[in-house]
T-cell receptor
Framework: DAKTTQPNSMESNEEEPVHLPCNHSTISGTDYIHWYRQLPSQGPEYVIHGLTSNVNNRMASLAIAEDRKSSTLILHRATLRDAAVYYCILRDGNNAGKSTFGDGTTLTVKP | DTGVSQDPRHKITKRGQNVTFRCDPISEHNRLYWYRQTLGQGPEFLTY????????KSRLLSDRFSAERPKGSFSTLEIQRTEQGDSAMYLCASSLGRTSRLVHEQFFGPGTRLTVL
């Protein structure tokens, strides 16, 4: 399985943008980049996904490097409710099954 | 609430006992996944069903673990002869996929926390 590498932890101030990096140097052509987050005592929650182009949705933006070996999840204005563990995951577009989560980045948001 | 539900939310058992967990996916979702998560780590994939067919199993799913989804709706995960190393959060997720291809968004339940004494 292609693996991802993320910093263990990051801090942000409330209402400031947050850039969460992810490296995936062994990504294959059919791998999609997904981001999930997990709030304390809850199951993971889908945030965003992309293949090659940058993506925006109501929760966040995903910036994907041209060579696809790295990506960045952007929270435009962090709130206290965004404090969570953020997981960057690669999933094969031809395989509906397995997801391989890493250990994620713990985001702390300071008021 | 029409999300994924799991029962029980917490289970404490003694080593050597059998335990069974239930997952009820979102009603129209045909795909169902089981994961295990230990403290401080990300979820680990265990197995995946499309309707009632179990299509993929992780090597983590030892002979003591069995999962079923008999009618393509709810699923059960049974652990026989529990060991202390089985203590973890067991997460269920579901999604709707009309072909064999990937569906990007999985909806996770709140999990069942198992403690083996």
């Amino acid at each position: 399985d292609a693996k991802t590498t993320q910093p263990n932890s990051m801090e942000s101030n409330e209402e400031e943008p947050v850039h969460l990096p992810c490296n995936h140097s062994t990504i294959s052509g059919t791998d999609y980049i997904h981001w999930y987050r997990q709030l304390p005592s809850q199951g993971p929650e889908y945030v965003i996904h992309g293949l090659t182009s940058n993506v925006n949705n109501r929760m966040a933006s995903l910036a994907i490097a041209e060579d696809r070996k790295s990506s960045t999840l952007i929270l435009h204005r962090a709130t206290l409710r965004d404090a969570a563990v953020y997981y960057c995951i690669l999933r094969d577009g031809n395989n509906a099954g397995k997801s391989t989560f890493g250990d994620g980045t713990t985001l702390t948001v300071k008021p | 609430d029409t999300g994924v539900s799991q029962d029980p939310r917490h289970k404490i058992t003694k080593r050597g006992q059998n335990v069974t967990f239930r997952c009820d996916p979102i009603s129209e979702h045909n795909r169902l996944y089981w994961y295990r998560q230990t403290l401080g780590q990300g979820p680990e994939f265990l197995t995946y069903f499309q309707n009632e067919a179990q299509l993929e199993k992780s090597r983590l799913l030892s002979d003591r673990f069995s999962a079923e989804r008999p009618k393509g709706s709810f699923s059960t995960l049974e652990i026989q002869r529990t060991e202390q190393g089985d203590s973890a959060m067991y997460l269920c997720a579901s999604s709707l996929g009309r072909t064999s291809r990937l569906v990007h968004e999985q909806f996770f339940g709140p999990g069942t926390r198992l403690t083996v004494l």
